[in-house]
């Protein structure tokens, strides 16, 4: 079984909608949760940086964090088509291995007019 | 700011080829790190380069090394390829170590194995 868990997709909505993605984990020792946009043939781009459980709101997307059942969210509203891309969660741990990232497979998304 | 520059964009080697790739981190950023992306296996880390010395490691045969200059530019070599090594390789710098640091990443170098 994989650390973490992420459904590749795809993912289609029409333009407008709101978005639900989500990622879970299984190692505890996960404290520190990313969100990465990839658009094809780019590099990863930072979207949200998240520690505590709870939410935290950029614009129109809002990440969202539960450890007690290790699950993570991202969420974007009023979709548009220019939002179309693999987004990727991504954990890292307390202590060591800093920038060692472990990273969910990517769920590709569609937002059509 | 200029963003993480990867060289070459595009590489193709054969077989038992070796393949050195090249990447510039954001002026000031001190830690590079390096990925390997494939459609089977997802974003995986290779290695982290701190201060020219290597601070940690993925799990992947010794085959692939790297190194970091004292400009904070690093290369990663791969030696002996294999079709199995193709893939987008990704190069991330931060501006420290630290479990707050946020990772930026190059548009990486796509490489296949003939």
């Known amino acids: 079984q994989k650390e973490v868990e992420q459904d590749p997709g795809p993912l289609s909505v029409p333009e407008g909608a709101i978005v639900s993605l989500n990622c879970t984990y299984s190692?505890?020792?996960?404290?520190?949760f990313m969100w990465y946009r990839q658009y094809s043939r780019k590099g990863p781009e930072l979207l949200m940086y998240?520690?505590?459980?709870g939410n935290k709101e950029d614009g129109r997307f809002t990440a969202q964090v539960d450890k007690s059942s290790k699950y993570i969210s991202l969420f974007i509203r009023d979709s548009q088509p220019s939002d179309s891309a693999t987004y990727l969660c991504?954990?890292?741990?307390?202590?060591?291995?800093?920038?060692?990232?472990?990273f969910g497979a990517g769920t590709r998304l569609a937002v059509h007019p | 700011k200029a963003g993480v520059t990867q060289t070459p964009r595009y590489l193709i080697k054969t077989r038992g080829q070796q393949v050195t790739l090249s990447c510039s981190p954001i002026?000031?950023?001190?830690?590079v790190s390096w990925y390997q992306q494939t459609p089977g296996q997802g974003l995986q880390f290779l290695f982290e380069?701190?201060?020219?010395?290597?601070?940690n490691k993925g799990n992947f045969p010794g085959r692939f090394s790297g190194r970091q200059f004292s400009n904070s530019r690093s290369e990663m070599n791969v030696s002996t390829l294999e079709l199995g090594d193709s893939a987008l390789y990704l190069c991330?710098?931060?501006?420290?170590?630290?479990?707050?640091?946020?990772?930026?990443f190059g548009s990486g170098t796509q490489l296949s194995v003939l």
């Open positions: 991330a710098s931060s501006q420290d170590r630290g479990v707050n640091e946020k990772l930026f």
């Open positions: 190692n505890s020792a996960f404290q520190y």
């Open positions: 998240t520690y505590s459980s």
């Open positions: 991504a954990m890292r741990k307390e202590s060591g291995g800093y920038n060692k990232l472990i």
């Open positions: 002026s000031g950023h001190r830690s």
């Open positions: 380069y701190f201060s020219e010395t290597q601070r």
